[in-house]
């Protein structure tokens, strides 16, 4: 029925860009009906049975209503999106018929008062919000060594390249976190794309491991507004795609100034992403790779990956300067990725599964101050519906559920609650000037200004601490595939970093990388629906 219908026209939606369904759409070859029910068959038939990749958490009721609303709209400048079925991470509110949860037990039955600002933008653009993506709990706040994309609601998240567990139910692959369910329904095919956040590598973990394209932007180009919170100071929403064009499409649309979040007041964007895309412009492009092996302790973030990652980073390389950019080899100072005196702070670990148990885990101290903070003033200003209303609460809560919602614990929860919550600690406020003391002044603005790059390559999410202790964005995209032992190949990304507000350089940068490259391929075990799309 569904995949039969959208099929019309040579159309195949389980590998087609936004792009290129909008054009679908506006050409009359398909409508936002068909287009919903079609990723709702496959969302049945992979994410519910089959592999059951468990990327989707709740489907919207409203989903096939909203899209007949849009039967006879086409995509047009005020409503680029219209008609286009999109999934947003359950960490985002949607005043709806669907709760917003962040894979909590404790928040099951929570419902958001108002949209996200996200949200609003993705509606008044002409967006189907499909449902809402699985995720790792809390956006992996909750625990130390929870296994990405597994929360106590939701359950677990599996990689569409590799599915399989292992004996405890763990991926053999992760599917990457927190936003695992947002890049695995991109990945398979299950929505036109998705949206996820980042604190740090939140974006691009799944993006690396699920073969899919993501923009982990500036801070503050995207209002956080309705985000269930980590810490304010390096939270950001950005989309997660099958192309770069995508992305570029979606920013658009997402990307702008909010009066209730002070991070977006000085907002830097272009009318128009998608005029930055070329396919020459690599052309005269000065890139950073931060590995010198001649100075090995601080080959930081090259060091320590596998061969066949070494070897799929050089023919990235090689393709950079194939394309004809200058490819500069030299090691971020370590004053910028060590971070500095008192940025982190020891967490006991009684996680009963890891194999640390027991022992003192490293944690970001602005991360433990700020949770608080800010995931209070969420429960009080944000949800309905629920019982929650400070941190305190949750964490009892889990305590006499421990069975069903403490699998892994939550010992970054306690350690949060011991903080004051008002942020007045100097501790706190020392920790927050030394990370930006690091990854800006001592990291990457001394980096790009003395070898005057445009942008610095970093391998799947190795980079991606720096430029979330920065606010700075990065543009990810598919660059190859790994393998393991005695295991199918999964996805590598190439991440594209530079400095605040340069979303269009990178996204240049990623676009021509991309078109040299096609590197992205569907995961095998989630096939076309429709016979005449089957290869």
């Known amino acids: ?100 949860t962040a894979g909590s037990l404790a928040l099951t039955e929570a419902r958001a008062k108002r949209d996200a600002a996200l949200v609003a933008r993705l509606r008044a653009a002409g967006a189907v919000i499909l449902g809402k993506a699985n995720l790792t709990e809390y956006a992996n706040i909750l625990a130390i060594d929870m296994p990405a994309g597994y929360s106590s609601l939701g359950g677990q998240v599996k990689n569409p390249y590799v599915p399989g567990l292992d004996d405890k139910g763990v991926p053999v692959v992760s599917p990457g976190g927190s936003s695992s369910g947002s890049a695995v329904a991109v990945a398979a095919g299950l929505a036109a794309a998705a949206i996820g956040t980042e604190t740090s590598g939140s974006l691009l973990s799944p993006a690396t491991q699920n073969g899919v394209v993501t923009v982990k932007p500036t801070v503050g180009l995207i209002s956080r507004t309705g985000i269930l919170p980590i810490a304010h100071s390096q939270d950001t ?17 997402l990307a702008g100034p909010d009066p209730r979040d002070p991070a977006t007041l000085p907002l830097k ?43 799929a980073i050089g023919e990235v390389i090689a393709t950079l300067e194939a394309q004809g950019a200058t490819i500069v080899r030299a090691n971020i100072p370590t004053e910028g990725w060590i971070g500095g005196p008192g940025t982190e702070m020891a967490i ?34 944000w949800l309905t519906g629920t019982q929650m209303h400070t941190m305190a609460d949750i964490i009892a809560f889990n305590a006499a559920h421990a069975e069903k919602a403490l699998r892994f614990g939550q010992d970054i929860f306690v350690a949060a ?14 920790a927050r000037a030394m990370d930006l003391r690091a990854s800006r002044a001592l990291g990457l603005d001394i980096y790009m200004d003395k070898y005057r790059l445009d942008a610095v390559l970093f391998p799947g999410v190795a980079g991606a601490a720096i430029a979330a202790k920065a606010g700075y964005p990065s543009v990810q995209v598919p660059a190859g595939f790994l393998r393991g032992n005695e295991m199918p190949e999964y996805p590598l990304g190439a991440t594209f970093t530079g400095r605040a507000w340069s979303e269009p350089t990178l ?14 391929q569907m995961p095998p075990g989630v096939p076309p629906l429709d016979e005449g799309c089957a290869r």
């Open 1 to 100: 029925m569904a995949a039969e219908e959208t099929a019309n026209g040579n159309l195949c939606i389980e590998n087609a860009s936004l792009a290129e369904l909008q054009q679908a759409l506006a050409e009359g070859r398909t409508t936002a009906s068909a287009l919903t029910r079609a990723y709702l068959a496959r969302i049945e038939a992979y994410d519910r049975a089959g592999p059951n990749l468990n990327a989707v958490r709740e489907v919207n009721p409203d989903a096939l209503a909203i899209a007949a609303s849009f039967d006879q709209i086409k995509p047009n400048p005020k409503q680029p999106l219209a008609g286009l079925p999109i999934l947003v991470k359950d960490n985002i509110a949607t005043a709806d018929k669907q709760h917003t």
């Open 237 to 253: 929403a950005g989309p997660l795609t099958r192309t770069v064009r995508d992305a570029a499409i979606l920013l658009n649309v």
């Open 269 to 311: 964007r272009p009318p128009d992403y998608t005029k930055f895309l070329d396919e020459n412009g690599l052309k005269g492009a000065r890139i950073g790779v931060p590995s010198d092996p001649s100075d090995p302790a601080n080959d930081f973030y090259y060091r320590s990956i596998s061969p066949r990652a070494h070897a």
């Open 348 to 381: 006991l670990n009684r996680n009963p599964e890891s194999r640390t148990k027991y022992e003192p885990a490293r944690r970001s101290v602005v991360f433990v101050y700020e949770l608080k903070h800010d995931l209070n003033t969420y429960l009080r200003d």
């Open 417 to 430: 609650e011991a903080t004051r919550g008002d942020l007045s600690e100097l501790e706190y406020k020392s």
């Open 507 to 520: 996204l240049r940068i990623a676009y021509a990388f991309e078109q040299a490259t096609k590197a992205r």
